[in-house]
């Protein structure tokens, strides 16, 4: 039994964790933390969660675990991380504090980076493209939700090079932005659509230029997080008023033309085997993948004028987030890459 603790437990992220990790068979839950809950019982946070264990200071939560997730705002975990690894822990960090090259992070999230020199310690957890850096890791960066469906999206055609220009519209529910996020009150998002951040300004357009640009340089077969140079693209999110959920419409004009038989068979290709990628004939629903760890995917030819339109669905907190954090950590450990993890959504 690994012995873990969540920091930041009373975010949803923490949430997620909570309940993905309590069925996981080789998991023993031991500790959790949150500023604002500290003190008091789980339940003060989350009382669908039946566990009288208190949340506690970092401290506390921390004294008995061998792995902690830190589901704290960006800029926390690059103090806690090294500290945690020193005193002989692993970390899986789901902010983005280690997702990109310091100097790029700092220009894209405004914070200077306190602990650059761990950084190359770091390992990137986007399972299906860079398991093979996983295994036995110190520090693994969670990617960015919004960066799991758009590269989960674009990696097949990226890797035979057929990418010549991407223009991304995802849209996303309102728990991406956070528990304590403003703009998100309910009179704000009811029966309101709208965009944010736009055509490259949102920080996870850095995250996915980089992971392309990885594909790009290492073909069908990526399984590792080596250097490369960021492939450019065009990004906008949209705010939408649900809960969770994120669709993502990826828009490619290929290198070169393209039939639907040939899309379909190197989608096929290059994600066989992989368990918590479907692709379907049907177009992907947000409700296909709610709390689910899976991401949806439909590679589609606009015949009449030749462009790819490439659709992926997840759930922004599962298989954007804690779902996918238990992921990394079960290959990590040489655990069943699928424990504690669900593939099946909840509809309706």
């Known amino acids: 039994m690994v012995r873990v603790a969540i920091l930041g437990a009373s975010g949803y992220g923490g949430s997620e964790l909570i309940r993905i990790l309590g069925r996981h068979p ?11 809950y500290a003190g008091r019982p789980l339940s003060a946070a989350w009382p669908q969660i039946d566990l009288s264990t208190p949340f506690a200071e970092v401290e506390e939560a921390v004294a008995e675990a061998e792995l902690v997730f830190v589901a704290l705002p960006n800029g926390i975990a690059m103090e806690l991380a090294p500290r945690l690894i020193a005193e002989g822990r692993r970390v899986v960090d789901l902010s983005g504090d280690f997702r990109l090259p310091p100097e790029v992070y700092e220009a894209w999230y405004g914070i ?30 969670n990617p960015g939700c919004y960066v799991t469906a758009a590269s989960l999206a674009l990696a097949p055609l990226t890797a035979e090079g057929l990418d010549e220009v991407v223009t991304i519209a995802a849209m996303s529910g309102v728990s991406g932005a956070g528990r304590d996020a403003g703009g998100t009150a309910f009179a704000e998002v009811n029966e309101n659509l709208r965009p944010y951040k736009p055509a490259g300004s949102h920080r996870h357009t850095a995250e996915i230029e980089f992971n392309l640009g990885r594909v790009r340089a290492q073909g069908r077969r990526v399984r590792t997080h080596g250097p490369a140079e960021p492939r450019p693209l065009s990004f906008t999110p949209h705010l939408v008023p649900m809960t969770r959920g994120i669709l993502t419409t990826a828009y490619v ?8 038989a040939e899309l379909d068979e190197l989608y096929r290709v290059f994600y066989a085997g992989e368990r918590f990628v479907r692709l379907t004939e049907d177009l992907p629903q947000t409700k296909g993948v709610y709390g689910a760890n899976t991401v949806w995917i439909r590679p589609h030819l606009d015949e009449r004028t030749g462009q ?3 659709f992926a669905a997840i759930d922004n907190l599962v298989k954007g987030a804690s779902g996918q954090a238990v992921q990394n950590m079960n290959v990590v450990y040489g655990f069943d890459e699928g424990l504690g993890l669900e593939t099946h959504g909840l509809w309706p």
């Open 26 to 36: 080789e998991v023993e839950l031991v500790g959790f933390s949150s500023r604002a």
């Open 112 to 141: 200077r980076h306190a602990h650059p020199d761990v950084y190359p310690r770091a390992r990137y957890g986007l399972t299906e493209l860079f398991r093979d850096d996983l295994q036995g890791a110190e520090l693994v960066a």
């Open 253 to 260: 004009t290929p290198a070169r033309p393209l039939r639907q």
């Open 308 to 310: 790819v339109v490439v």
